[in-house]
């Protein structure tokens, strides 16, 4: 499976960007497919999941912000950030995983998407907010 993220760039807090991959799956049924986000001197964390059974969700610290969404007919996945913030300065990467081990779940009452699941890597693109 290959990935290719497209569309990073840079705005200003409060603004909008839209992510874009597209990855080389002809059947969603069987995979999981994410967005996680990497800061300098942070780990990678997840940010949103579209699962293979169609469920999306999102991570706490974007909920209400972000919103990710897949096209079959274009074969693409979407990750649409609103109202930006700085701390959402990172490099975004998309990922796709075979389920159940890329599933997120609720750690500690804190969401969270297995790194470790997900086998499929884009090669990043940046995403840069100022304030």
């Known amino acids: 499976v290959q990935l290719v993220e497209l569309r990073g760039g840079s705005v200003q807090a409060g603004g909008s960007l839209r992510l874009s991959c597209t990855p080389s799956?002809?059947?969603?049924?069987?995979?999981?497919v994410g967005w996680f986000r990497q800061a300098p001197g942070k780990e990678r964390e997840g940010v949103a999941v579209f699962d293979n059974s169609g469920t999306t969700s999102v991570a706490d610290s974007v909920k209400g912000r972000f919103t990710i969404s897949l096209d079959n007919a274009k074969n693409t996945l979407y990750l649409e950030m609103n109202n930006l913030k700085f701390e959402d300065t990172a490099m975004y990467y998309c990922?796709?995983?075979?389920?159940?081990?890329?599933?997120?779940?609720?750690?500690?009452?804190?969401?969270?998407?297995?790194?470790?699941?997900?086998?499929?890597w884009g090669q990043g693109t940046q995403v840069t907010v100022s304030s």
């Open positions: 990922a796709a995983g075979s389920p159940p081990h890329c599933l997120p779940r609720r750690v500690g009452g804190n969401w969270t998407a297995p790194r470790a699941g997900f086998h499929y």
């Open positions: 799956i002809y059947d969603f049924s069987k995979y999981s």
